[in-house]
């Protein structure tokens, strides 16, 4: 018996080691740069400068098995919302980035983390609340600290494994139960045990407060989905370079593919979230 | 003869007297050791050195031979370009071994060498090409030496033993183990 258990422990302790994912360099998705770059001229001859680079990394999943698909319409079914494959808990993200300054003087860099679930997509520009020049842009989901590199230098930093999780969440609140973004990332909700839908933003009523949807179920904790796509945004003030990979531990055991991003696509889990869009009325 | 030219041959009489010989079990043997692994070059720059702990048990088929079958674990901070960066991985591995050896009263010296296996906690070596992706196993050279020191008890001694090892599925990666153990015979 407590052989059997050894293994076993040793055994979950090998699932949980982490695998570390990047880019690679011939990605078939051109939007997954493994360095992106931006400060620099735009070519243009007008003194302009690219102002800000994005990447994004779609993880390399399992496909579901038949057996759980069916399980798991069985307790949307019962909850009556829908659940995701890749829920919360299933796996533990975080992204390691590392900025260059390649120029010779120093400078700031902002580095927003965005994503996706496998339901929603969440772009801040994508998500316009008012057309009043003086309103806040839609904030991201993490980030956006003001960074000082010095001229050459480089700095490394970490969306750490609770951020991305806080992350995965805010996208919930703001895509599937209509919370307004600000209040979705300004609180805390990691430690949420459901979300409480309200009613969709009213263009025509942008200075509405958010009201509870009546007809609508909430969400449990169960029933969240964790982030399976990363969005970086990279805003610098000089010219400068943001390399990054992203770390996964496999707490489910079953989730991460063994070849990660060398995988055949038709060996991968293919998502297709729906980007979230708000359009405030003029 | 002098007295400082008798000095000498009393001391090697003094030192072959079997009243000092000190005994040692032979027989099966259990080691359990801890020390460090230190990669070489090509991988050096990509690996810090990391503590180890490895344990072995065995069998003396004779005074000089013995085979035994081991197990070692590492760990490493990778130093890999960043990112990442402050990540660490482990090195597990086992195997069989052989060694021959010989007592000149309370100390030992012996050579080992066999193969095994090895496998990598995660692949955060991908980036500088020394694991592939989807490969976490190797095979496992190892050969080097040591010597223990028999203690009054005779089932007990402290050794020190440095092994070199290579994985030629890890880039054909090349390491020093080196460790203290203490070895009971029974």
Redesign the interface.
């Given at each position: 018996m407590k052989q059997r258990l050894g293994l076993l422990v040793l055994l979950g302790a090998?699932a949980n080691?982490?695998?570390?994912v990047?880019c690679p360099d011939a990605a078939t998705d051109p939007t997954c740069l493994r360095v992106i770059e931006a400060g620099q001229d735009d070519g243009t001859g007008m003194g302009t400068v690219v102002e800000e680079a994005k990447t994004r990394l779609v993880l390399p999943i399992n496909p579901e098995k038949p057996e759980d698909a069916t399980a798991r319409a069985a307790r949307a079914a019962e909850l009556g919302v829908d659940v995701p494959y890749v829920k919360l808990g299933d796996i533990e993200v975080a992204v390691?980035?590392?900025i260059t300054n390649l120029d010779a003087e120093e400078g700031d860099a902002l580095v927003e983390l965005d994503g996706a679930t496998e339901f929603f997509g969440y772009d801040p520009d994508l998500v316009v609340l008012s057309t009043d020049d003086e309103a806040p842009p839609s904030p991201g989901l993490d980030g956006n600290i003001p960074l000082h590199i010095p001229a050459g230098g480089?700095l490394?930093g970490i969306f750490r494994e609770d951020q991305v999780r806080e992350a995965s969440i805010d996208i919930e609140q703001i895509t599937r139960a209509n919370v307004n973004p600000f209040a979705a990332t300004l609180k805390i909700n990691k430690n949420d045990a459901l979300i409480q839908p309200f009613l969709p933003f009213d263009p025509l009523d942008p200075e509405a407060g958010p009201m509870i949807d009546p007809n609508a179920i909430p969400i449990p904790r169960e029933a969240f989905a964790h982030m399976i796509r990363i969005d970086l945004v990279f805003s610098p003030t000089r010219h400068m370079t943001l390399?990054?990979?992203v770390?996964i531990r496999d707490i489910r055991g079953d989730m991460m593919n063994?070849?990660?991003?060398?995988?055949d696509p038709a060996d991968l889990q293919a998502f297709a979230p729906v980007d979230f869009e708000v359009t405030a009325a003029p | 003869m002098s007295a400082m030219r008798r000095w000498p041959i009393v001391a090697v009489l003094l030192a072959a007297s079997p009243v000092h010989a000190r005994p040692a079990s032979s027989g099966w043997y259990a080691e359990g050791g801890f020390g460090a692994v230190t990669v070489l070059p090509k991988h050096r720059d990509d690996v810090a050195v990391g503590p180890a702990i490895n344990v072995r048990i065995g069998r003396d088929l004779f005074s000089w031979l013995s085979l035994g079958i081991s197990l070692a674990a590492s760990s490493h901070e990778a130093t890999v370009p960043a990112p990442p960066e402050g990540e660490w991985f482990q090195l597990y591995r086992g195997g069989g071994d052989l060694r021959i050896g010989g007592r000149l009263d309370r100390i030992a010296l012996f050579i080992e060498g066999g193969a095994g296996l090895a496998v990598i906690s995660s692949n955060i070596l991908d980036k500088v090409m020394v694991t592939e992706p989807g490969e976490n196993f190797s095979i496992g050279f190892h050969g080097g030496a040591g010597f223990e020191y028999q203690l009054e008890n005779r089932h007990y001694a402290l050794g020190l033993g440095v092994d070199a090892f290579l994985l030629p599925q890890f880039d054909a990666m090349k390491a020093i183990d080196s460790r203290l153990y203490l070895r009971y015979t029974y």
């Open positions: 090998c080691d982490p695998v570390y990047e390691e980035w590392t480089t490394s390399e990054y990979n770390r063994d070849k990660l991003m060398a995988a | -």
